[in-house]
């Protein structure tokens, strides 16, 4: 087995599927239906990083799938974009109790996962959804203040975005995410 978060000649999306499947590194591990480690082609440009999943997400064993994601598919849509042509995922691979936010030790468990799939796709931009995919992979905070606006690291361009849930619960932040969907589209064209 590989050490985690190292990437050899012989890793891939399927093998860190297969062990997110069975991972017992965190007490998330115990109250899941699935882990929810992501879909999506392997050489996506464009990667969708939100929270953890919800509870279609922990049914399914799949990202996005519930409200949330039917309102990112309408924001793909909207910019021409087709949800297989992204990958998509979470920063924690679990479902938290209630939906509550992942605590850091079990987004610390999970970030070995994602730092492989971001090695394994390459992907030019990776766009964090919501306050904590925006701290775990860039250390800002405030998806309020850095929302639609690039930040390069380490020769990947990351666009926050308000995640899709919380334009559900706020219906003034839908207009600001299509708008940044917009600006986002604009991103891809130069990449």
Do not use: W
Not at 4 to 13: H, N, Q, T
Not at 42 to 70: I, N, T, W
Not at 99 to 123: D, F, G, H, T
Request: aromatic letters at 6%; charged letters at 25%; glycine letters at 10%.
């Amino acid at each position: 087995m590989l050490a985690r978060g190292r990437v050899s000649a012989v890793d891939s999306l399927d093998e860190v599927a297969r062990q997110v499947a069975t991972c017992r590194l965190c007490p998330l591990s115990k109250t899941r239906t699935n882990a929810v480690p992501g879909e999506g082609p392997g050489d996506a440009k464009v990667m969708f990083v939100g929270e953890a999943p919800g509870y279609s997400e922990d049914v399914q064993g799949r990202p996005f799938v519930g409200l949330a994601g039917q309102l990112l598919g309408e924001l793909l849509e909207s910019i021409g974009i087709e949800r297989g042509d992204v990958f998509i995922t979470n920063v924690v691979k679990c479902r938290p109790p209630n939906n509550r936010p992942p605590r850091v030790s079990e987004r610390n468990a999970c970030m070995p996962y994602l730092e492989r799939q971001i090695k394994l796709i390459r992907p030019s931009i990776i766009c964090p959804m919501g306050n904590s995919a925006l701290s775990a992979l860039v250390g800002r905070r405030s998806v309020g203040e850095a929302h639609g606006k690039a930040i390069e690291k380490g020769g990947v361009l990351y666009v926050p975005l308000y995640h899709p849930a919380a334009a559900l619960y706020d219906a003034s932040l839908r207009g600001v995410l299509f708008e940044d969907f917009k600006a986002l589209k604009i991103l891809i064209g130069k990449r």
